[in-house]
């Protein structure tokens, strides 16, 4: 079984603090997507990283694909509470079927 | 672009009736569709994933009797809850992709499924 650990699982921070959420497996992904998720709503994309060792930038937000292809991270710089909600990895797998396999997930609070 | 409907976004049924619940990409054609469950302030589940035109492959626990999926259409996934029970009760959120070589996919925003 193919799984996603994130952490920390949950996160409370005060506006300004800069994060990392880590999300890690044993199993190697085509590609490794990341989701914020408000209550009672679908996931958001945030950003997709295919290559082994890729960083992208999202203005606050910096994303890292592991060089095995095996793990990820999500630095958030100067949280802001519009930072607040569910983040969420997602591996694309190839085994059989191009399927997606959700990490564990990580709940963040950003106080003002 | 790459907008997600579901319909609808909430619903209440009886314990043993049956449920439909309806997934679309508006702006583009979806090769593939997911469907997930999600419970109380936890992650998603894969249920299964569906490619236009074929079946459904259900993942390892799901009863594909029980939730029954149809990809009639390359903008249109149905899921149907069929005799409904309390244990079915959960947040179902649908996600379409544009093709196999494509890494995106784009969910909708999902529907509160309530069995009473």
């Known amino acids: 079984t193919q799984l996603l650990e994130q952490s920390p699982q949950f996160l409370s921070i005060q506006e300004g603090e800069n994060l990392t959420v880590y999300c890690n497996s044993s199993s190697v992904f085509s590609s490794l997507q990341w989701y914020r998720q408000e209550p009672g709503e679908g996931p958001v994309l945030l950003v997709t990283?295919?290559?082994?060792?890729e960083v992208k930038k999202l203005k606050r937000l910096t994303f890292q694909f592991g060089d095995a292809r095996k793990d990820s991270s999500l630095h958030i710089t100067a949280a802001q509470p519009g930072d607040t909600g569910l983040y969420l990895c997602?591996?694309?797998?190839?085994?059989?079927?191009?399927?997606?396999?959700f990490g564990t997930g990580t709940r963040l609070k950003v106080l003002a | 672009g790459a907008v997600v409907s579901q319909h609808p976004s909430w619903v209440i049924c009886k314990s043993g009736t049956s449920v439909k619940i309806e997934c679309r990409s508006l702006?583009?054609?979806?090769?593939?569709m997911f469907w997930y469950r999600q419970f109380p302030k936890q992650s998603l589940m894969l249920m299964a994933t569906s490619n236009e035109g074929s079946k459904a492959t259900y993942e390892q626990g799901v009863e594909k009797d029980k939730f029954l999926i149809n990809h009639a259409s390359l903008t249109l996934s149905t899921l149907t809850v069929t005799s409904a029970h309390p244990e079915d009760s959960s947040f179902y959120i649908c996600?379409?992709?544009?093709?196999?070589?494509?890494?995106?996919?784009?969910f909708g925003p999902g529907t509160r499924l309530t069995v009473t």
């Open positions: 702006d583009f054609q979806a090769t593939t």
């Open positions: 997602a591996g694309e797998t190839q085994t059989g079927t191009y399927k997606y396999i």
């Open positions: 996600s379409a992709r544009a093709g196999f070589n494509i890494y995106e996919q784009y």
């Open positions: 990283v295919v290559t082994g060792g």
